[in-house]
């Protein structure tokens, strides 16, 4: 059973610092990890996907990283903004019951001005 | 290109009441899911529906069902509503390709469920 864990929980930066949201999963044996921001009662929009066979996706300020020994994934924001202040999750396919994605509980990310 | 769409927005229902919640996939996507996200809980995996089969389901009882049309729209039914079910609950779709690895999925804007 795929279990996947977020920290920080919470996380409060000035604007352009740069920052790392860290991301546990507990069966290595992952296809691939994704990470999505939600923004306040709004849906989930999908920011990188890393397969297994990958080790970092770029999209923008944004970088993840996959480790699959280590069971971690990194999601590294770079020059943050406050447009950036939203919840981030990691989400990775469960075990046998692949098409299900299994999500962490999230970091809450401020950028204040 | 039109992303995932989600119909109703809001919808408030009453203890024992039925709901019914309806998802559009991107369009060529024939995989649709169903999450739940309530207060406290994270998001949970209710429902995947492939080619009009469903194909996986979560730890939900039975009152939670679903159904995939021939275009590959799906609808979420609730019955016999409890007031744990508020809810906002997320609908996702992707496509699957030769090789079966899972494919990224796609989320619509959600349907926020009040039950009174």
């Known amino acids: 059973k795929q279990e996947v864990t977020q920290i920080p929980a919470a996380l409060s930066v000035p604007e352009g610092e740069n920052l790392v949201l860290n991301c546990s999963f507990t069966d290595s044996a992952i296809y691939n990890l994704q990470w999505f921001r939600q923004d306040p009662g709004k849906g989930l929009t999908s920011l990188l996907l890393?397969?297994?066979?990958?080790r970092e996706q770029t999209s923008g300020r944004l970088n993840a990283s996959l480790d699959k020994s280590s069971g971690r994934s990194t999601l590294y924001i770079a020059a943050s903004q406050p447009g950036d202040s939203a919840t981030y999750l990691c989400?990775?396919?469960?075990?046998?019951?692949?098409?299900?994605?299994?999500f962490g509980q999230g970091t809450i990310l401020t950028v204040h001005p | 290109e039109a992303g995932v769409t989600q119909s109703p927005t809001h919808l408030i229902k009453t203890r024992g009441q039925q709901a019914t919640l309806r998802c559009s996939p991107i369009?060529?996507?024939?995989?649709v899911y169903w999450y739940q996200q309530a207060l406290g809980l994270g998001l949970q995996f209710l429902l995947w529906?492939?080619?009009?089969?469903?194909?996986n389901r979560g730890n939900f009882p039975p009152r939670f069902s679903g159904r995939q049309f021939p275009n590959y729209s799906s609808e979420l039914n609730v019955n016999a509503l409890e007031l744990e079910d508020s809810a906002l609950y997320l609908c996702?779709?992707?496509?699957?390709?030769?090789?079966?690895?899972?494919?990224?999925?796609?989320f619509g804007p959600g349907t926020r469920l009040t039950v009174l």
């Open positions: 890393i397969q297994s066979s990958q």
């Open positions: 369009s060529g996507h024939t995989s």
């Open positions: 529906y492939d080619e009009g089969e469903e194909r």
């Open positions: 996702a779709s992707s496509l699957w390709l030769a090789g079966g690895l899972p494919p990224e999925q796609f």
């Open positions: 989400a990775a396919p469960g075990g046998t019951s692949y098409g299900k994605l299994t």
